[in-house]
C-alpha cells in the first residue's frame, strides 16, 4: 500500500500539498509523487530510522509534571516534511525583513522621541498601559540602534491560501535548535531526496548568530560572546546549551556573571575573571538585574542594566524590546511599516480588533462565539479563549475579563489553518500547521531558510504547541525541477 | 572554564567513584558475612561507620542494625549523601549543569546508571539480587569513566574530573582499610586470627587489588603488607599513594606554573612515611582520621583556588 493523493484529500481544509480534487499542486508534484513511491512499510521503516536517529542525537525538550518533576522527551518530528515553494518564501523572507525593521524603528522610537505617538500612528494609550514598556530603557542607545535582534514570527495559511503574520516574538524567541535538528534527522532519513531535489540548506544559523552577535560588541576585536540561561531546568535549556556549543560559546548562569564598579561585566572562571562583551540573553526582562527589576530575583546579575547602558556590554535582545511584542501593538504593525520605511507591507496581519477601542470592542463582546480572544502580553497560548470552541459559561466569563480590563485583549477570525500531509503510523493523514521563521538583525537583516514548522498531531486540532502534544515538521524551502 | 562548571565536574566524578566504591565495599561484606563461623553475629552497624554514616541512619532507625534496615539505608535512602541512590542521583543532577561540554554519550550512560539504580533497586535489596545489582552498577560506573577516558580532550574538562575522582578514591581507600580496625568480624571464639585474613583478603577484593597483591608483593596475605600495598604501592591505581599521585599529575598538567596544594605534598609525605608493623586497632584508626582530614584540606585548597572565585564587584581594593 503506498500514499493515495486521491483520497487522502478532505473536504473544507486548505492542504498545502493537495487541492481539494485530490490533485497535487503545481510545485509540489515531483516530490508529492516520489512519496507515493514508498510502501506504507517503508515509511514506517524510515519513521523508525527517524526516532532511533533522534534519540542518537539527544535531541530532548523538558515538560514538568507535579510527580516527577522536569523529564526530557524525545523531540517530536514527523516524517513528512513542510514544503514551501522558492518563489513564495521570497515574497515572506523579503516581509518578515520589512517587518522586524519597522519594529526596531518602533522600539528605537518608543525609547526616545516617540514620535509615531505625536504622529498619530500609534495611540498614546497603547504605551501608557503596557506591561512590556521599560522606564529604564528610555534614551538608551544600543548598538546599531537594533534592539530586537533575535525575532521569532509566527506565520499561518488561511484557506484562503494566503500566509498571514499572527505574532511576533522579540523577547526571548526559542525554537531555532530544533528547526536545526530536524534537518540533520531528515538528511539522516531521506539521503536520497536530498541528493535529488533542491532543497536549500538551514545550517548557515548558527554562525550569522555569532556573526550578529559579534558586531554588537563594543570596542574589542576579540569579543567574548556567551550565552545566558536561567539554567538546567528552563524547558529551552536543550536550546540554550545547543547554541552555545554551536557557537563554541560559554553557557552561563546569572551567578557566573559579576559587573565591578567601573560597569564593566565579567565572568567567573578557574582562571579568574574574564571580561564579557555580548550576553545572549535567554531569561526575561523582570530576572536580568535585581538592582533595576525584580528585586526578588536569584537568576539575574546585579549591575547588567547599568553595564548595559554604559555601552560596556550588548545585550540581545535589548532589555525593553518586548514593548513591540504586544498583541494591540501587532495590529499597528502594517501601518507603522508605512510610516517608517515608507513601504507597502508584503505581508498581511490576520484581521484583528483591539479591545481598547470602543466600536471594536463592542463587535468582539457581541462575536465572541466567532473570535479568538487573546490576551495582549502572553505568549505560548496561555490565557485565551477559542470562541467556537468554548461553553456559553466560559464566553461569559471572557466577556466580563475584556470589560474589567480591555487593554489587556484583542481578538481574531478563528483560521482555519492550513494541513500538511502527516504521518500516523499506518497511513498518512492531512493535519494543521504554522511556521515559526527567526529573523536575525545586525548590521543586516537575515531571514533563516524556511523555519520551524509546528503540527497538531490529534485530527483537527489547532493546538501546535509541543507542551501540549504538538509535533514538528522539517521545513523545505524547494525549486522544483530537480537536479 | 567557568568555575561553576568546574566544580560540577569535580563533583560529578566524586560521586561516581563514591558509588562505584560504595557498591563494591557492601558487596565485598556481603560475602564475607556468608564465611562467617556459626554462631558469631555479623556486625552491619560496622558500615555505616566506615561510609560516615551512623549518626544519620540512628536519627532514622534507632540503634537497631539488622541486615534489612542498614542495606535500605545505604542502598537507597533518598535523604543522605552517603547512599548509593544519593550518589549517584547527586553525580547525574552535576552532569546536567554542562551537557554542551560533556560527551554525549557519556551523559547518555549516566542517565542509564540512575534509571537502572532506581528500578533494580528493588532486586538489590534482595538476598539474592544484591550481588548482580552492586555488579551492575559497578559496571556502569566503569562506563562512564571509560567513555570519558577514551573521549575527552586533555584539557581542563579533564583534569577537574580527574582530580574528584582520584580524591575521593584516596578517601575511600582509607575507609575500606579502617574496615580491618573496625573488626567487620567479631573476635569472640575460637579462630580469630584465620578471619583476620579472611577479612584482609575481603578489602584487597573489594579493591579488585587480590590479584594486583599477589602480583606485586609476591606473599600471602599479611597485616603489614598488605597495608604497605593499599597506602603506599605507586603502581596500584586504587592505593591511598596510587590515587595521590594520579591527583597530583592531574594538577600539574592543569596549571603547570602554579605550586601544588600545600596539603598535597605533606599528606603524600605522610602515606609514603608510615610504617606498617605493628599498625593495627586504634593506631590506624587514627592515622586514617589524620589523612582523612588531610584530604579534606586538600578539597578545601581546590575548592578555593578554582571554584570559589571572588563575588565581590571589585576584588582588588576589596582584598
Redesign the interface.
Known amino acids: 500500500m503506498t500514499i493515495n493523493w486521491g483520497s487522502y484529500a478532505q473536504p473544507g481544509l486548505f492542504d498545502e500539498w493537495v487541492t481539494e480534487k485530490g490533485r497535487l499542486r503545481a510545485g509540489f508534484r515531483q516530490l508529492g509523487k516520489r512519496f507515493s513511491t514508498y510502501s506504507m512499510d517503508a515509511l514506517h521503516d524510515r519513521s523508525a530510522s527517524l526516532e532511533r536517529a533522534i534519540k542518537e542525537q539527544g535531541v530532548t525538550f523538558t515538560v514538568y509534571s507535579e510527580a516527577h518533576g522536569s523529564i526530557d522527551r524525545s523531540w517530536p518530528l514527523d516524517l513528512m516534511p513542510r514544503i514551501l515553494r522558492r518563489q513564495e518564501w521570497l515574497t515572506i523572507e523579503a516581509g518578515l525583513a520589512q517587518r522586524v525593521k519597522a519594529l526596531n524603528c518602533l522600539i528605537d522610537d518608543l525609547y526616545h522621541d516617540q514620535r509615531c505617538i505625536k504622529d498619530g500612528v500609534l495611540p498614546a494609550f497603547l504605551l501608557e498601559n503596557s506591561a512590556n514598556f521599560r522606564p529604564q530603557c528610555v534614551g538608551v542607545n544600543p548598538p546599531l540602534g537594533v534592539w530586537a535582534h533575535i525575532c521569532g514570527s509566527d506565520l499561518v495559511r488561511h484557506e484562503d491560501g494566503q500566509m498571514y503574520v499572527l505574532e511576533d516574538n522579540l523577547r526571548v524567541p526559542s525554537g531555532v535548535s530544533y528547526m536545526l535538528e530536524n534537518r540533520g534527522v531528515m538528511k539522516r532519513t531521506f539521503p536520497e531526496l536530498f541528493a535529488n531535489f533542491a532543497i536549500e540548506p538551514v545550517d548557515a544559523y548558527p554562525s550569522q548568530l555569532y556573526d550578529t552577535l559579534c558586531a554588537l560588541a563594543p570596542h574589542r576585536a576579540q569579543p567574548e560572546v556567551v550565552v545566558l540561561t536561567p539554567g538546567v531546568f528552563n524547558s529551552a535549556y536543550f536550546e540554550h546549551a545547543y547554541l552555545a556549543q554551536q557557537m563554541g560559546c560559554e553557557l552561563v548562569e546569572g551567578r557566573d556573571l559579576v559587573v565591578n564598579s567601573q560597569d564593566e561585566v565579567f565572568m567567573l572562571t578557574t582562571r579568574g575573571r574574564a571580561r564579557v562583551d555580548v550576553i545572549y540573553r535567554r531569561i526575561d526582562d523582570a530576572f536580568l538585574d535585581p538592582e533595576a527589576f525584580n528585586k526578588d530575583s536569584l537568576l539575574g546579575v546585579p549591575g547588567l542594566m547599568r553595564a548595559w547602558k554604559a555601552g560596556k556590554v550588548a545585550l540581545a535582545n535589548a532589555p525593553g524590546a518586548g514593548v513591540a511584542d504586544d498583541k494591540a501593538v501587532y495590529c499597528f504593525v502594517p501601518d507603522l511599516i508605512r510610516y517608517y520605511l515608507g513601504e507597502a507591507p508584503l505581508l498581511p496581519n490576520v484581521p484583528s480588533y483591539i479591545c481598547a477601542r470602543k466600536e471594536e470592542r463592542e463587535y468582539v463582546l457581541d462575536h465572541i462565539d466567532e473570535l479568538v480572544v487573546k490576551p495582549v502580553n502572553e505568549s505560548g497560548g496561555y490565557g485565551m479563549l477559542l470562541g467556537p470552541q468554548a461553553t456559553p459559561k466560559a464566553r461569559e466569563a471572557f466577556r466580563k475579563k475584556i470589560q474589567r480590563n480591555p487593554r489587556n485583549y484583542m481578538a481574531q477570525p478563528m483560521l482555519n489553518l492550513s494541513t500538511v500531509p502527516t504521518f500516523l503510523g499506518q497511513a498518512v493523514e492531512p493535519r494543521h500547521v504554522d511556521l515559526r521563521p527567526f529573523i536575525l538583525s545586525g548590521e543586516s537583516v537575515q531571514v533563516t531558510t524556511g523555519g520551524l514548522t509546528r503540527v497538531a498531531m490529534r485530527k483537527g486540532s489547532l493546538v501546535v504547541n509541543s507542551s501540549q502534544g504538538g509535533g514538528s515538521k522539517d521545513t523545505w524551502v524547494i525549486d522544483e525541477g530537480g537536479r | 572554564?567557568?568555575?561553576?562548571v568546574?566544580e560540577n565536574m569535580y563533583w560529578m566524578a566524586r560521586y561516581l567513584e563514591r558509588a562505584e566504591d560504595l557498591a563494591r565495599l557492601i558487596d565485598v561484606t556481603t560475602h564475607l558475612h556468608l564465611d562467617l563461623p556459626r554462631g558469631s553475629t555479623p556486625s552491619w552497624g560496622t558500615l555505616l561507620t566506615l561510609v560516615g554514616a551512623e549518626e544519620s541512619y540512628r536519627e532514622k532507625h534507632g540503634t537497631a542494625e539488622d541486615e534489612g534496615r542498614v542495606l535500605r539505608f545505604l542502598l537507597g535512602d533518598k535523604d543522605h549523601p552517603q547512599s548509593l541512590r544519593a550518589a549517584i542521583a547527586a553525580a547525574r543532577s552535576n552532569a546536567?549543569?554542562f551537557?554542551?561540554?560533556f560527551p554525549?554519550e557519556a551523559?547518555?550512560d549516566i542517565n542509564g546508571l540512575y534509571h537502572f539504580s532506581q528500578e533494580q533497586l528493588k532486586s538489590g535489596l534482595s538476598k539474592r539480587g544484591r550481588h548482580t545489582y552492586l555488579r551492575g552498577i559497578i559496571t556502569r560506573v566503569q562506563t562512564v569513566v571509560g567513555r570519558l577516558e577514551g573521549a575527552m580532550n586533555r584539557d581542563?574538562a579533564y583534569y577537574?574530573i580527574e582530580l574528584g575522582r582520584q580524591l575521593e578514591r584516596a578517601d575511600m581507600t582509607t575507609r575500606l582499610i579502617d574496615s580491618s580496625s573496625a573488626r567487620l568480624v567479631p573476635q569472640e571464639g575460637s579462630g580469630g586470627a584465620r578471619f583476620d585474613d579472611l577479612q584482609w583478603m575481603s578489602v584487597l577484593k573489594s579493591l579488585t587489588g587480590y590479584q594486583m597483591y599477589r602480583l606485586e608483593m609476591q606473599r600471602a596475605i599479611r597485616s603489614e603488607s598488605v597495608l604497605a600495598f593499599l597506602f603506599q604501592s605507586s603502581r596500584f591505581p586504587r592505593s591511598v599513594a596510587g590515587a595521590l599521585l594520579a591527583l597530583r599529575r592531574s594538577l600539574e598538567a592543569l596549571d603547570p606554573d602554579a605550586s601544588l596544594p600545600r596539603r598535597l605534598p605533606q599528606v603524600l609525605r605522610q602515606v609514603s612515611q608510615l610504617e606498617p608493623e605493628g599498625l593495627a586497632g586504634e593506631k590506624l584508626h587514627a592515622l586514617i582520621d589524620e589523612l582523612q582530614q588531610g584530604f579534606a584540606d586538600i578539597h578545601g585548597q581546590l575548592e578555593r583556588r578554582?571554584?570559589r572565585?571572588s563575588?565581590?564587584?571589585?576584588?582588588e581594593t576589596a582584598s
Open positions: 572554564m567557568l568555575a561553576r568546574a546536567r549543569g551537557r554542551e561540554v554525549r551523559w547518555e581542563e577537574f578554582y571554584f572565585p563575588r565581590s564587584a571589585d576584588p
